[in-house]
Nanobody, 119 residues
């Protein structure tokens, strides 16, 4: 089992940058595929990015490709999301999630961190 805590959200102007962090407890962090999701008001939660257990492979939603970069540090048990060229449409609560690759998908979720992009 892994427990996840996000940080780094805040208010930023359009065109600005933020870096989100997701700190994981436990010694098995490196066994989990990790992902970022977001949920805007009145909308369903959507996939943003994911990174493989080693950090060698990443996947992105089309809406953030070229602007966001996902990474992880398995020594520090932490995952990151570097967000550049932010747009008002990126405003949402951002969640990190862990998938133990046991067939049940992303089972472990953080509490979320608010990102607000002003125009």
């Amino acid at each position: 089992q892994v427990q996840l805590v996000e940080s780094g959200g805040g208010l930023v102007q359009a065109g600005g940058s933020l870096r989100l962090s997701c700190a994981a407890s436990g010694r098995t962090f490196s066994m989990y595929r990790m992902g970022w999701f977001r949920q805007a008001p009145g909308k369903e939660r959507e996939f943003v990015a994911a990174v493989s257990q080693s950090g060698g492979t990443a996947a992105y939603a089309e809406s953030v490709k070229g602007r966001f970069t996902i990474s992880r540090d398995n020594i520090k048990n932490t995952m990151y999301l570097q967000m550049n060229s932010l747009e008002p449409e990126d405003t949402a609560v951002y969640y990190c999630a862990g998938d133990s690759l046991n067939g049940r998908g992303y089972e472990y979720w953080g509490q979320g961190t608010q990102v607000t992009v002003s125009s």
